[in-house]
Nanobody, 127 residues
Framework: QVQLIESGGGLVQTGGSLRLSCAAS????????MAWFRQAPGKEREFVAT????????NYADSVRGRFTISRDSAKNTVDLQMNNLKPEDTAVYYC????????????????????WGQGTQVTVSS
């Protein structure tokens, strides 16, 4: 059973940085697509970034490209999201997601393309 546990959220001022981490367990993740999504109050869950475990191919939402970096550590089985130059509109609950149904890379950005989800971690950016 795949388990995803997020950590690293918190309160930060505009322009600050945070690093989120997703600890993945339950199997090996070669061939898996991993992703970060976020959901602000009253809004739908939206795509942030995705990475293919095997090749580290990546893709980002336009709103975070150039500020956020997704990476994975095979030794630790973690997927990190480095967030720089944070803005108040980045405030949301951030979720780690994973899926192994597709064995090749494609920039999957929709929630239904991910079978496994973590519980989320709150990120609040104050102005």
């Amino acid at each position: 059973q795949v388990q995803l546990i997020e950590s690293g959220g918190g309160l930060v001022q505009t322009g600050g940085s945070l690093r989120l981490s997703c600890a993945a367990s339950g199997r090996t993740f070669g061939g898996f697509t991993m992703a970060w999504f976020r959901q602000a109050p009253g809004k739908e869950r939206e795509f942030v970034a995705t990475i293919f475990w095997t090749t580290s191919s990546r893709n980002y939402a336009d709103s975070v490209r150039g500020r956020f970096t997704i990476s994975r550590d095979s030794a630790k089985n973690t997927v990190d999201l480095q967030m720089n130059n944070l803005k108040p509109e980045d405030t949301a609950v951030y979720y780690c997601a994973a899926d192994g149904r597709f064995s090749t890379w494609s920039a999957r950005m929709r929630t239904h393309e991910y079978a496994y989800w973590g519980q989320g971690t709150q990120v609040t950016v104050s102005s």
